[in-house]
């Protein structure tokens, strides 16, 4: 492993090294670490997923849930992505890319061929999946079927009830199912957001008798869940919450 400065053959006080660590992780004692794309699958026109492996894969330590940091682009630019599995044996992990439109780290998802170098920054903690009380309901939309993977791939996760906002629910099932995952509850996003208004009518019942909720995604969709939640006969204490984007935001972390 080398430090975030040292990669960069900078010393740690110098311009490059400290916008290097702004750009990845506004943490101080990052490191960055050197990895290779094992593989590129553009699984649908909206999705790619890609298999890393290197040394960390082996190394480092990560809990379901968990984020890295990947330079999609000179600067460098980094972007964040959860991974969906993690095999230590083999040094490998994997990560499903939405590609929402024209930014650096869509752009870079599309171009990539197995075979490049990736800087890696991570695994770090985002939202720890090991401890949740069962059943558990994770709401999100498209950049959060990485975690909702990760969740479905932990050993002894049953009863796990998916609940995502999407774009289009056609292309997000045959993803999903491809993936393992086949039970989600798909709801299409209108821009009215009245398909947030469905959920909420609708979460007597699905959060009925749920032990913990997971919500990632959209900062304000998040918001209205919580809300809903909040206000439901049936609200459901443990919740864990992590905004993955809002509009106008670039690359949060
Ligand atoms: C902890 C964490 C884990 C994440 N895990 C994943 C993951 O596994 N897979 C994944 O695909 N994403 C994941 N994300 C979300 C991803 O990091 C963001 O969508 C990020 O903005 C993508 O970078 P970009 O370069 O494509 O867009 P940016 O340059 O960051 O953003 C450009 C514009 O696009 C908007 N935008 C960003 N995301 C979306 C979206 N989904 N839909 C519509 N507009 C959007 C921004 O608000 C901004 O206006 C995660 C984010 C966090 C914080």
């Given at each position: 492993m080398t430090k975030?400065?040292?990669a960069y053959g900078r010393s740690p006080a110098s311009?490059?090294?400290?916008?290097?660590?702004?750009?990845?992780?506004?943490?101080?004692?990052?490191?960055?670490?050197?990895?290779?794309?094992?593989?590129v699958d553009h699984i649908s026109p909206d999705f790619t997923l890609i298999r890393l492996e290197?040394?960390?894969?082996?190394?480092g330590q990560w809990t379901a849930g968990d984020k890295i940091q990947l330079a999609v682009a000179p600067g460098p630019i980094g972007r964040t992505y959860t991974p969906l599995s993690w095999n230590r044996q083999r040094g490998v992990a994997e990560v499903l890319v939405y590609l929402h439109g024209d930014a650096p780290g869509c752009d870079w998802a599309r171009r990539l061929t197995a075979g490049q170098d990736l800087q890696v920054v991570g695994p770090r903690p985002s939202i720890a999946l090991n401890a949740l009380e069962q059943p558990t309901i994770l709401f999100g939309d498209e950049t959060c079927f990485g975690l909702a993977l990760a969740l479905h791939n932990l050993p002894g996760a049953a009863n796990i009830r998916y609940i995502f906002e999407v774009g289009d629910a056609a292309q997000t099932e045959s993803v999903l199912t491809s993936l393992g995952l086949h039970n989600a509850l798909l709801y299409?996003?209108?821009?009215?957001?009245?398909?947030?208004?469905?959920?909420?009518?609708?979460w007597d019942r699905l959060a009925s008798g749920a032990g913990s909720l997971v919500l990632a995604g959209k900062a304000s969709s998040i918001q209205?869940?919580?809300r809903a939640n909040?206000?439901?006969?049936?609200?459901?204490?443990?919740v864990k919450t992590k905004a993955y984007w809002a509009p106008g935001k670039r690359g949060l972390g």
């Open positions: 975030v400065d040292a311009g490059i090294a400290q916008r290097i660590k702004g750009l990845f992780s506004r943490s101080g004692r990052m490191t960055v670490q050197p990895s290779r794309v094992a593989s290197g040394e960390l894969f082996r190394a299409e996003r209108r821009p009215d957001d009245s398909h947030l208004e469905a959920i909420g009518n609708e209205f869940v919580q909040r206000a439901s006969s049936a609200r459901i204490h443990q």
